[in-house]
């Protein structure tokens, strides 16, 4: 059994700072690549960041300069710090990651169950 627990979101106002946690728990071998990702209603879920084991990240062009994406890969954990946050970065956001649970088994992607965040005066 594997978990993906997020922590840290809740209501900013417009300007505010936000850092979300991931924290992948249970029975793993490796982790490779984890990201995090935002679905708002009636929206498919996007890519908002990803970083490799080694630290390279990327990001959806949206958030580039604002959002930030680290991981500790001692804790299997991966945040998102997230910096001048706007109204339109409201949505649930997911955390994924690349996760081998044996050495004979392949990498499969497994989810968290989200956490939301709202921008908001």
């Known amino acids: 059994q594997v978990q993906l627990v997020e922590s840290g979101g809740g209501l900013v106002q417009p300007g505010g700072s936000l850092r979300l946690s991931c924290a992948a728990s249970?029975?793993?071998?490796?982790?490779?690549?984890m990201g995090w990702y935002r679905q708002t209603p009636g929206k498919e879920r996007e890519l908002v960041a990803t970083?490799?084991?080694?630290?390279?990240?990327n990001y959806a062009d949206s958030v580039k300069g604002r959002f930030t994406i680290s991981r500790d890969n001692a804790k299997n954990t991966v945040y998102l710090q997230m910096n001048s946050l706007k109204p339109e970065d409201t949505a649930v956001y997911y955390c994924?990651?690349?996760?081998?649970?044996?050495?004979?088994?392949?990498?499969?992607?497994?989810w968290g169950k989200g956490t939301l965040v709202t921008v908001s005066s």
């Open positions: 249970g029975s793993i071998f490796s982790i490779g690549t």
């Open positions: 970083i490799t084991k080694p630290g390279s990240a």
């Open positions: 994924n990651a690349d996760i081998r649970r044996s050495i004979g088994r392949n990498a499969m992607p497994y």
